[in-house]
């Protein structure tokens, strides 16, 4: 996460198939000190800055007391607009647009999971050929979607728009927010009572104890017992299909159908969100 991040090295790049590396000390205040020589790059109002996810570069080194200002140029936002429906991660990037294919990340450091290495167990050399590269991929990308994100219709909408809301989301997530603990606590309770009520509607329906949350149960009583449909749908487990495009396409068939989905949205906003 970008605000507990540690600075290991940076990497940067101005021209093709070029990048340099500058290792930085374990010691955070040493860090910090040697940061310094690069704010006037960081704070000049005339230098481009270009970064892959700028936000997340940006999180890391506001801890350190370094500010962004100036132009600044996001190659994967720029991929976003130029194709919205499409990948933007910058490995897929540099395979698509490039024709190269970047050392992935998991060489470096194994599987994710507990016995992971980080970026300072790693062997210098083998750091500087990855951030190099990382950078170096960056620039090109930036290279070849800026003529496109200079057309009319994307010009004000990356400048004026998607790159100043960059900055508002950063902020958003470094302020975080306040959450009304007690408020939520109240209304967890709360939906606990109206799935109570909906859950004993639902089994007078059914006329039986059933589970309403086993997918198999209920198939078994909407569609065998209440017999809701002669041609149910059946999942790949030969189970009755369940789902919610199912229960919507049955919603007038019986009164017991928009029961479940009531429960089904509440039981999710206490579960997932409130609690």
Request: aromatic residues 10%.
């Amino acid at each position: 996460e970008a605000r507990n991040a540690d600075l290991v090295g940076i990497a940067f790049s101005f021209k093709t198939k070029e990048a340099y590396y500058v290792p930085f000390p374990e010691d955070f205040e040493e860090a910090k000190a040697l940061l310094q020589l690069f704010a006037p790059y960081f704070e000049s109002e005339s230098v481009e800055k270009v970064a892959h996810n700028i936000k997340y570069d940006e999180q890391v080194i506001n801890r350190y007391d370094i500010k962004i200002r100036g132009p600044r140029f996001d190659t994967m936002i720029a991929h976003y607009l130029l194709s919205p429906d499409g990948k933007h991660g910058m490995d897929f990037l540099a395979e698509y647009y490039l024709r190269y294919q970047t050392i992935p990340i998991e060489d470096l450091l194994g599987k994710k999971g507990k016995n992971q290495k980080t970026m300072r167990d790693i062997e210098q050399k083998d750091i500087v050929r990855y951030a190099g590269e990382d950078a170096d991929i960056t620039w090109q990308l930036k290279e070849l979607f800026e003529p496109e994100i200079q057309k009319d219709h994307l010009k004000h909408l990356f400048y004026e728009i998607e790159m100043p809301l960059s900055e508002v989301l950063k902020a958003m997530e470094q302020e975080g927010i306040n959450l009304d603990v007690a408020h939520l606590k109240t209304f967890s309770e709360e939906l606990a009572v109206d799935l109570d009520e909906l859950e004993k509607k639902i089994l007078e329906y059914a006329g039986e104890d059933l589970n309403v949350n086993s997918p198999k149960q209920l198939g078994e009583i909407l569609f065998e017992k209440l017999e809701i449909s002669k041609k149910a749908k059946k999942t790949k487990t030969g189970q009755y299909s369940t789902s919610e495009e199912t229960l919507q396409a049955h919603i007038n068939d019986h009164p017991i159908i928009p029961l479940i989905l009531d429960y089904r949205s509440l039981r999710k906003l206490k579960s997932t969100y409130v609690d």
